[in-house]
């Protein structure tokens, strides 16, 4: 697999992610958004989980502190989607995936360099294939009532992943396209990655 500073991050849990988001507000000045067993300092909550652990699964999110976190599926929808559904398009950016995505069909099975393909209608480059990205919410289906900025399931067992990978095929690489994890797997093959973001206070 391919990395260095200007690859996207990979093999990467749900647990150690929570970790990162916290050191990094800590260290910026931020408030941090993840609480574990009471704490936001990741110091106080021992080594990253290898297998599933009640403690970090009861992990709290403060959505109004202004540090760094995993969006919920719904913000990473919208962002995706360029915060628009006209058009509608399949992948994020176009319905043409050779422009804007690195999947099965040109990635030559590995990851390659952010923003080498087209960005969609808000600039973001890369949520279609790459790497999966993981989100906040705990895998569940869809509600039929209307919802406000949802947040997903309040308890589960896997975490959800969007955005396909270099290793799919163009179908399973739409924007609709949902896949879950455990909290403490970080993928075998390179295709497990993130992406950040911040509440707007």
């Known amino acids: 697999m391919a990395w260095g500073g200007n690859y996207p991050v990979y093999n ?3 647990y150690s992610i ?3 988001c916290n050191l990094l ?3 910026e000045g931020l408030i941090p958004c993840y609480t574990i067993s009471d704490s936001i300092d990741p110091s106080d909550w021992g080594s990253v989980p290898t297998s599933s652990n009640d403690a970090w ?3 709290i999110c403060n959505w109004d502190a202004n540090g760094y976190r ?3 599926e719904a913000e990473w929808e919208y ?4 915060a628009t559904n006209d ?4 992948y994020s950016g176009s319905d043409n995936i050779d422009v804007v995505a690195w999947y099965n069909g040109n990635s030559g099975s590995t990851t390659h360099i952010v923003g080498t393909k087209n960005p969609n209608t808000l600039g973001i480059y890369d949520m279609t294939g790459n790497v999966w990205e993981w989100c906040w919410d705990w895998y569940g289906g869809y509600s039929a009532d209307a919802q406000d900025n949802p947040t ?3 308890s589960g067992f896997s975490r959800l992943r969007r955005g396909s990978s270099w290793f799919n095929n163009y179908q399973n690489c739409r924007i609709t396209i949902r896949a879950i994890g455990a909290p403490y797997i970080s993928g075998t093959g390179g295709d497990y990655g993130f992406r950040l973001c911040r509440s707007a206070l």
């Open 79 to 82: 962002a995706a989607r360029g």
């Open 87 to 90: 058009p509608d398009y399949l």
């Open 57 to 59: 699964n009861a992990a």
């Open 18 to 20: 929570l970790k990162y």
């Open 12 to 14: 990467v849990t749900w």
């Open 25 to 27: 507000s800590m260290n």
């Open 70 to 72: 995993l969006p919920t």
């Open 152 to 154: 997903g399931p309040e």
